[in-house]
C-alpha cells in the first residue's frame, strides 16, 4: 500500500498533463467539486487526515484527532484560486514527507488503534493504524476515479453538439 501511496502523485500528474487552469477550474454544476479543489482535498486529506491521524495512531493513540471539514476548507483556503501545477507540486512533495515516515514506522503494530472523532462509540468507532492505511490508498483510488469523470464531463461539455456516447457510458 505504502508503494501505492507512493505512485499515485505520478499518476495525478501526468492523468492532468496539459489540464488549463480554466480546465482545472470547471465545474458541471456549482454541487460538484472542480479538478483543482479535488487536488488541494488531496493535500490537506495527507496534511490533516490520512498523514497526520496515522502518525497519531501508531506514536500516540489517546491523543485526539484534529477535526476536519473538507467543505469548510475548499472555502477558506480559498481551493479555486490555487494554480494546478503549483497543487501538484505540493501533493508530491507532502506525499513523499509522509512516506519518509510511514516507511520508518514499517515495523509498527499497525492494529493500534484509535477512537474516530465522529464515531465515539468505543467499539464501532475505533480504527486501526492499518484501517487508516487502507483508507488513505482508497481515498486516492475514489478521487481518481473522480478526476476522471470530471475529465470525462469535461469532454462532454466541451464537445459542443458533437456526442461522446461511442466512448461508452460512464
Given at each position: 500500500?505504502i508503494?501505492?501511496?507512493?505512485?499515485?502523485?505520478?499518476?495525478?500528474?501526468?492523468?492532468?498533463?496539459?489540464c488549463?487552469?480554466?480546465?482545472?477550474?470547471?465545474?458541471?454544476?456549482?454541487?460538484?467539486w472542480?479538478?483543482i479543489?479535488?487536488?488541494?482535498?488531496?493535500?490537506d486529506?495527507?496534511?490533516?487526515?490520512?498523514?497526520?491521524?496515522?502518525?497519531?495512531?501508531?506514536?500516540?493513540?489517546?491523543t485526539?484527532?484534529?477535526?476536519?471539514?473538507?467543505?469548510?476548507?475548499?472555502?477558506?483556503?480559498g481551493?479555486?484560486?490555487?494554480?494546478?501545477?503549483?497543487?501538484?507540486?505540493?501533493?508530491?512533495?507532502?506525499?513523499?514527507?509522509?512516506?519518509?515516515?510511514?516507511?520508518?514506522a514499517?515495523?509498527?503494530?499497525?492494529?493500534?488503534?484509535?477512537?474516530?472523532?465522529?464515531?465515539?462509540?468505543?467499539?464501532?468507532?475505533?480504527?486501526?493504524?492499518?484501517?487508516?492505511?487502507?483508507?488513505?490508498?482508497?481515498?486516492?483510488?475514489?478521487?481518481?476515479?473522480?478526476?476522471?469523470?470530471?475529465?470525462?464531463?469535461?469532454?462532454?461539455?466541451?464537445?459542443?453538439?458533437f456526442?461522446?456516447?461511442?466512448?461508452?457510458?460512464?
Amino acid at each position: 500500500m505504502i508503494d501505492r501511496l507512493d505512485r499515485f502523485p505520478p499518476a495525478l500528474n501526468a492523468l492532468l498533463l496539459g489540464c488549463s487552469e480554466e480546465d482545472a477550474r470547471w465545474r458541471p454544476s456549482e454541487a460538484d467539486w472542480s479538478i483543482i479543489e479535488v487536488v488541494c482535498h488531496l493535500v490537506d486529506e495527507d496534511l490533516d487526515d490520512f498523514g497526520t491521524r496515522l502518525r497519531l495512531v501508531l506514536e500516540s493513540p489517546g491523543t485526539d484527532w484534529p477535526r476536519i471539514d473538507p467543505e469548510a476548507a475548499a472555502r477558506e483556503r480559498g481551493y479555486r484560486e490555487r494554480r494546478l501545477d503549483e497543487v501538484l507540486r505540493e501533493l508530491a512533495a507532502v506525499r513523499r514527507a509522509k512516506l519518509e515516515w510511514l516507511r520508518t514506522a514499517i515495523d509498527s503494530d499497525f492494529t493500534q488503534a484509535a477512537i474516530h472523532p465522529r464515531l465515539q462509540h468505543p467499539v464501532h468507532g475505533a480504527m486501526r493504524a492499518g484501517d487508516l492505511l487502507a483508507s488513505w490508498c482508497a481515498h486516492d483510488a475514489l478521487h481518481l476515479r473522480q478526476v476522471a469523470k470530471r475529465l470525462h464531463q469535461l469532454t462532454d461539455h466541451q464537445a459542443g453538439d458533437f456526442k461522446v456516447g461511442y466512448a461508452g457510458d460512464w
